[in-house]
Nanobody, 122 residues
Framework: QVQLQESGPGLVKPSQTLSLICTVS??????????WSWVRQPPGKDLQWMGA???????FYSPTLKSRASISGDTSKNQITLQLHSVTPEDTAVYYC??????????????WGQGTQVTVSS
């Protein structure tokens, strides 16, 4: 059974780059046609899909974040990385990684990590 675990800094200053890692166990990030997504949930708001990587077909991004977000995979560590540039307090959220057959998954779709809280504040 695949398991996902997010990790990263809990606090980031405005204008900095946020880097998050999703470590995958129980399955390879290169196997199958799964979408490996990053999804976030700001306080009091709905889930926001940020983007996804599908190993054989590349990366896909939300239009609202495309200029700031970058998703990549490290096969040697079986990890998916999210970088979000020029963060603002509006980027404060719980960040999740997920594996799904859907490009834009909901909590009921596929496997999810437990999430990691990121706060953007000076």
């Amino acid at each position: 059974q695949v398991q996902l675990q997010e990790s990263g800094p809990g606090l980031v200053k405005p204008s900095q780059t946020l880097s998050l890692i999703c470590t995958v166990s129980g399955g390879s990030i290169t196997t199958g046609d799964y979408f490996w997504s990053w999804v976030r949930q700001p306080p009091g708001k709905d889930l926001q899909w940020m983007g996804a990587m599908q190993w054989r077909h590349g990366t896909f991004y939300s239009p609202t974040l495309k200029s700031r977000a970058s998703i990549s995979g490290d096969t040697s560590k079986n990890q998916i990385t999210l970088q979000l540039h020029s963060v603002t307090p509006e980027d404060t959220a719980v960040y999740y990684c997920a594996r799904s057959t859907k490009l834009v998954p909901g909590f009921q779709d596929g496997s999810w990590g437990q999430g990691t809280q990121v706060t953007v504040s000076s």
